[in-house]
């Protein structure tokens, strides 16, 4: 088979895949999740359903495969931001920012509580949790943020506090939540 | 009926109750949920099948009564460090600590997920907070914390921050959990 030929199929499949993942996001954020079948999904993509079910097998393992591709979005993201140039600080200030609208516009549902059994979620938190660690370890050496406890923990600290963006009310109140969690950071007096 | 009789019943099926919430905590966790019957609890417990099911349906209303208890018992642990003597943030710190070790000694397991699903537990939230608020309102007015950002949205902080004790391997690690989140709290430099 000539490469093109592969490319091609895979981005087809890609294709399907990434359109039946939309779909079902859409149609369960409509309607609720006990009320999508694989037929409305099917029908909805524009697939057959024997098709649909060559990808998927339920509606549950469709929802889990979107949540990751969520998440693998979030996680690329807030790596874009750590990567832009600038100080440290003003880099975690960032990072941390977005890390914490992505909890306000997230709130704890039902579907949350579902979607974050998976695997998938401790993975993507312990990739956050390293990446804000390496940010706090390269603070703590140029004496920006305080040395005095271990990266680790501090990443720990930061990610559970932000948390309780879930549970404000208001863009201004995320970011207070932000610059309390930055001031608990600090070198102490 | 007079009165003493009254409150000899009340007293026995208050340690009937008692007892049977401690029996089933106890074969919970030595044995784990799927495998506790009602038949065992009553055994253990010393009393008759049917004497118990007048009490309880099954064993899921046994846990969820004996974690409402729980739950309460460590709201008064916490009531009473809040009303010691002592300035305003000495008072907070004993709180927050006692809370850290709450979250420390009782890691997030499959059964921890369970209970929490109750409305006791979203009922004790609402009232930790509010008494961590009115805390924090009183070190604002005084001086010795922050008065920038709003005593509700500091609590909301504290409460999510310290359950990163949850995570963290050591008493040493939760103490410094707590230091770190008391820094989040001071008036800014």
């Known amino acids: 088979m000539p490469k093109v030929w592969t490319d091609t199929i895979e981005e087809h499949r890609r294709a399907v895949r990434n359109a039946t993942l939309d779909t079902t996001a859409a149609l369960v954020a409509a309607h609720g999740l006990a009320s999508v079948?694989?037929?409305?999904?099917?029908?909805?993509?524009g697939i057959g359903?024997?098709?649909l079910y060559k990808y998927f097998p339920d509606v549950e393992s469709i929802l889990a495969a979107w949540h990751e591709r969520q998440v693998n979005v979030h996680l690329e993201h807030l790596a874009k931001?750590?990567?832009?140039?600038?100080?440290?600080?003003?880099?975690?200030?960032?990072?941390?920012?977005a890390y914490a609208f992505i909890n306000h516009e997230h709130h704890d549902t039902q579907l949350v509580a579902l979607l974050h059994r998976g695997d998938h979620v401790a993975r993507a938190q312990r990739q956050l949790h390293d990446f804000v660690c390496d940010l706090l370890a390269e603070g703590a050496r140029t004496g920006s943020l305080r040395d005095d406890v271990a990266a680790g923990e501090?990443?720990?600290f930061c990610l559970h506090a932000l948390t309780a963006a879930g549970s404000l009310p208001s863009?201004?109140?995320?970011?207070?939540?932000?610059a309390v969690t930055l001031a608990g950071l600090r070198p102490p007096r």
Request: charge should be positive.
């Open 37 to 45: 079948t694989m037929t409305q999904i099917a029908k909805e993509t």
């Open 81 to 97: 931001i750590r990567d832009h140039s600038g100080d440290v600080s003003a880099r975690l200030e960032a990072v941390l920012t």
């Open 49 to 51: 359903r024997a098709t």
């Open 154 to 156: 501090l990443a720990t």
């Open 171 to 178: 863009k201004a109140a995320v970011r207070r939540l932000v």
